[in-house]
């Protein structure tokens, strides 16, 4: 007797192609908002709390490298992910798991040192808060070390995609947003080099040509829900982006058409 094959639903489909991604970052907040400045603020001006008077209370070089590099994680994250249905949570091509995991512990490791910096310096720090911030330094704003170190995480979970029949909804509605996501990336680098390339005169980044090139080289795994829409405009805009950006600059005709071309497609696929 012949076995009968399995169907495989959209659903099992989009499970097996990629995992959740729960992104998580933290630091320590230096901004604090001073209850007594705000409301004498608040007195002077006639007001009741409209005023605010936020005091940073600590403005350390590696604090503001830690912020820097918890912004291109975040970067990086949502580059090589696609949104969930639930806010907050990204779906992960399995095919770029590995990418995303190597990207983010490089940015760990950059993350850790930062923040060791700042540690090794902060009971000094507290210890010179109080002639440094003079009437606006507020002794509950500098907790002990412990409670500051506890502040900062930089990491990520990997989750599966859940398959079973009652979350069909939710990973419909999954691929949907990632399906759209995908277009808004790939129209919005097509709209920038359509109207920068349209102007001769114009003078454009390398990053014009390479953002594009960037995201369509991703699209064909962010793409979990394989929308055939979305890999016929991947596969017609990689011909437009088979070009140097010094060919551009150098060949007018090659300009005019390449933004003739991204134009036609924005227009074509309603981007």
Known sequence: ????????????????????????????????????????????????????????????????????????????????????????????????????????????????????????RYETLRADAPARLNGLYIASHWPDLDRVRGSFALSCRYLPVPALGQWDEWIAESASNATEEIRTRIGEALRAAAEKLADPKAIFRDSLVGNLVDILNLADDLNIAGDPAVADLVAQAKALANVEPDQLREDKTLRANTAARAADLCSLFSL
Not at 70 to 77: C, E, F, L, N, Q
């Open 1 to 120: 007797m012949k076995t009968k094959t399995p169907t495989v639903t959209a659903p099992s489909l989009i499970a097996r192609k990629a995992v959740i991604a729960s992104f998580t970052s933290s630091q320590w907040r230096t901004v604090r908002r001073h209850a007594a400045e705000t409301k004498a603020e608040n007195a002077r001006h006639g007001l009741t709390d409209e005023a605010r008077v936020d005091v940073k209370v600590c403005n350390d070089p590696a604090l503001e490298e830690a912020a820097r590099i918890i912004t291109a994680a975040r970067a990086d994250h949502y580059r090589l992910t696609v949104p969930a249905a639930d806010r907050g949570m990204r779906l992960l091509p399995g095919a770029r798991q590995l990418e995303h995991a190597d990207t983010l512990q490089a940015h760990g490791v950059k993350f850790q040192a930062a923040v060791a910096q700042f540690l090794a």
